[in-house]
């Protein structure tokens, strides 16, 4: 199979963006975290979704067919392995909570209950629980809900492949609108988190078509791409600290335009991203996503701890979120930073030992599919 070029710029901010949202679920009081960019920074999983959409264009767009039984094991296997251990991992939690509740200590709900219910390891498991509201949408690994919209939007995807490509774009372009605008009426149809994981995918496949025709007719040199990077951060700063109805929908605007333009890998944003720091954390993004809310389990499970052992308010709960408190703020970001340090960490392992095991996997299968008999 040909091997497909690599943006790297645009890897390199996936990784940011993972991080951008561990920071958006971490609350320590007067932190980093409570900056309204962070506070926000939920919206980053938008951008997930434009990418996703892009880099699906990029490497199938163009193809006249779809083999779909290769490009259902690929994704499959790209995606289920880490989802299924973390999976794993949350209910083993459950399991941990239930003893801690036998003795006397309690947490934000009773274990196995709730979006941690045993009905819905089933729909986690086969990624159908954001998709319908017969289930818990936010079910064990919340982060996992656009997982779940990944998946089967991809499968959306490769039925879109069965026409010719003007035809195609022209699909592309009904579902994306379809999704923004059953999203933006909260019409009740599917559930919001697929409307707008289809309309920010196939935006992003609409925004490769659009990058596709400029690379050919234009070259847009250093200088240029540098002040438009500069200002696509800007714009990202500016939407998600605004305060919009339509945050949503801005939000993914402006992803659409950002991807476009650090796809060109040509301007001085694009130079820094390509710094192996970064390149690392685009690697390990899928991980860093699925895995630090596991992590911050056990930091806050530990804040709890030393609250109850010593009186002292480590774990306040403000408003309806758990907050961590060492009393003083410089060292709360000084927890922040050690928490991402341990994330990262975690996410280094989980890619190697999980991810790229479970797709060397999916490799093996289609190996062994072409394979001729006898």
């Not at 729909?123 to 159908?128: D, K, T």
């Not at 025709?213 to 240029?224: D, E, S, V, W, Y």
């Not at 389990?297 to 009186?311: D, E, R």
Request: charged fraction near 10%; hydrophobic fraction near 50%; aromatic fraction near 16%.
């Amino acid at each position: 199979m040909q091997e497909v070029r690599r943006f790297h710029a645009l890897d390199s901010l996936r990784g940011i963006c993972a991080i951008a949202v561990v920071l958006y679920h971490t609350h320590l009081v007067g932190s980093v975290t409570e900056w309204a960019f962070f506070s926000n920074a939920d919206l980053f999983v938008e951008f997930f979704f434009v990418l996703s959409g892009f880099v699906m264009a990029h490497a199938y767009g163009s193809k006249p067919q779809l083999d779909f039984n290769h490009f259902l094991v690929s994704r499959t296997f790209r995606l289920l392995p880490l989802h299924a251990v973390m999976l794993a991992v949350f209910v083993g939690l459950e399991f941990i909570k239930y003893a801690a509740y036998q003795h006397g200590f309690g947490f934000n709900q009773t274990p196995f209950t709730g979006i941690y219910a045993p009905s819905q390891i089933l729909p986690n498991l086969l990624l159908l629980q954001s998709w319908t509201h017969l289930t818990e949408n936010l079910s064990f690994n919340t982060p996992a809900w656009s997982i779940s919209i990944e998946y089967w939007t991809y499968m959306v995807f490769a039925a879109t492949m069965l026409t010719a490509s003007a035809g195609r774009y022209l699909l592309w372009a009904v579902v994306a609108l379809s999704g923004f605008a059953l999203f933006y009426s909260q019409a009740d149809v599917l559930t919001s988190y697929a409307q707008k994981g289809l309309g920010c995918f196939f935006a992003g496949t609409l925004a490769y078509v659009c990058f596709n025709h400029l690379k050919r007719r234009i070259a847009p040199g250093f200088a240029l791409l540098s002040v438009l990077e500069a200002l696509a951060a800007i714009a990202i700063w500016a939407v998600l600290t605004s305060q919009l109805q339509q945050k949503s929908l801005a939000a993914s605007a402006v992803f659409c335009v950002t991807i476009v333009l650090f796809a060109f890998d040509g301007g001085a944003l694009s130079r820094v991203l390509r710094y192996e720091f970064f390149a690392r954390l685009g690697r390990w993004s899928y991980s860093i996503y699925l895995t630090h809310l596991a992590v911050l389990f056990f930091v806050i499970s530990g804040f709890m701890v030393v609250q109850k052992k010593t009186g002292l308010e480590a774990a306040p709960m403000i408003g309806d979120i758990r907050y961590l408190d060492t009393g003083q703020v410089w060292s709360n970001n000084v927890v922040v930073l050690l928490i991402l340090a341990v994330v990262v960490t975690v996410s280094c392992a989980t890619y190697h030992y999980v991810e790229l095991k479970g797709q060397g996997l999916g490799r093996q299968l289609l190996r062994r599919r072409m394979v001729p008999a006898g």
